[in-house]
């Protein structure tokens, strides 16, 4: 599938400059900063997930212990839902 997509002036101009130093297409360059950009987006929401699952008191107890103590069974990562 083909798209135009329209750029302001100066990032088009940069974006040719940058495909330039580095030996690719301008299409090649923008294809992987936009992959890149879209799987840092999942990454973000995955992490935000997880923070918003988070058992906050948990973490507290477990990072509070004094060293040595083996894990407790309520320290045990709970099952995936």
């Not at 987006?41 to 935000?48: E, G, M, Q, Y």
């Not at 997880?50 to 045990?76: I, N, T």
């Amino acid at each position: 599938m083909a798209d135009d997509i329209h750029l302001p002036k100066d990032l088009s101009a940069a974006l040719a400059d940058e495909a330039a130093r580095a030996g690719v297409s301008v299409d090649a360059l923008a294809e992987e900063a936009i992959a890149r950009h879209l799987e840092a987006r999942k990454t973000l929401a995955h992490f935000a997930a997880l923070k918003a699952d988070a058992d906050l008191d948990l973490l507290d107890r477990v990072l509070s212990r004094h060293g040595g103590e083996a894990p407790a069974e309520d320290d045990r990562v709970p099952a995936r839902r």
